[in-house]
């Protein structure tokens, strides 16, 4: 319904529609290059609110608008600040062919296949019923690997949470009862997935990054790495090891783009929350080639995903979250910075403090979207993370409490 009165309405101000109809994000992203447009809009629902819709809009190449571009077509929404077209200027609707054609090519170009062939893999693929066109089975086929299929219809209501873990749960299961090579359970319309190893233990958040990143830094040495700046510091640990590169951005999807297709020799970037980027593929997260990409560098490598795990640097990471009113995000991160030797601050996104003594950081970080901020601790030291989040978190709430103290008494000294 939603999709069809955007056509609609685009059509009516005179643009031309190619209807891509259901389509994976990856694959949208992936042929909106090859299509000769000036963007994309892909609707779905929300993956964490299932009574919302989520709209996104990309640009020509496949990225998603900043925050500016958003503004200024809400504004123009709001105001319906429209042109009006004749009606021999009224928009057409084509549907353009080959769609999965053009995506399949550019996978297999940037993936080593022989690799893929000779691994005889078996994966176990959970689609959580919110995965718009299960496109990686066929391809998994085509190179011979075995690809079981869970939940792959197409659900009119998003699965809760805790739909998604008792489905993670049964994952886990069929993969130990297959002896598959791994499994996943891919969400957020192809860009997310999870990752659940040989003997059926879910991989996710900061040790997915963390092993995605060695994985492909072992494949691609030298290479660098884009990551947001909230991401677990393990990452450094890493990059040393191989001599790769790690590059912090914003905490939004844009930057993180923007910054992979910016960067030179960039073999990885994103993170678990997000998804993870392949720039030579397409500048959109990509669950379904991550997929293919980790049965080459497993057989490559000759590793299995729990050997690998145990590999990783052991480095503590947590995070906790406080209501912070919209009218008090501004003053917190002004009185962090002010109260903060310069010398210890990154302000790439938040409020970024650094501790060289335990090779640690705290990172304050507003929320984007809701009346919140965060606070993430990362470092090797295990009781340094968990007396410093406590010491910001008290911090935090004193401040807040005070400012809401001051607004309410000038609210009251005018009343």
Known sequence: MVSRSLISGLMSVGINIQNLEATAIPVARAVLPTLNVVGGI?????????????????????IDIPKGKEKKIEGAYFKEDLRRAQINEIGQVTYPSRVIDTYTTAFEKHLNVAAVCNSKSKVVIDYAYAVSGAVLPQLLGKFGCDAVVLNASLSQSAPSSTD??????????????LQATFGVQVSANGEQFVLVDEVGTPIRGEVLTALMTHMILTANPRGTVVVPVNTTGALEQIARRHDGHIIRTKVNPTALMEACQSNSNVVLGGSSDMGFIFPQLHPGFDAMFCI???????????????????????TAYRSQTLRCPWTIKGALMRHMVESTPQANLELVDGVKIIDRNHDGWILILPDA???????????????????????????????????????????????
Do not use: C
């Open 164 to 177: 998604r873990e008792r489905m993670l749960g049964q994952l886990g299961q069929v993969v130990q009862a």
């Open 42 to 62: 892909h609707v779905r629902l929300h993956p964490e609110r299932a009574d919302h819709i989520l709209i996104e809009f990309f640009d020509d190449k496949g």
């Open 369 to 415: 979207g809701e009346p919140l901020v965060h606070i993430f601790a990362s470092s090797e030291d295990r009781d340094w993370v968990e007396t410093s989040l406590q010491e910001y978190r008290t911090r935090v709430q004193e401040f807040i409490e005070q400012e809401q103290g001051i607004h309410y008494n000038v609210e009251e000294g005018i009343r």
């Open 292 to 314: 293919a990409k980790l049965i080459e560098m497993l057989t490559i490598q000759e590793h299995t995903l729990g050997q690998i795990w145990s590999e990783l640097p052991r």
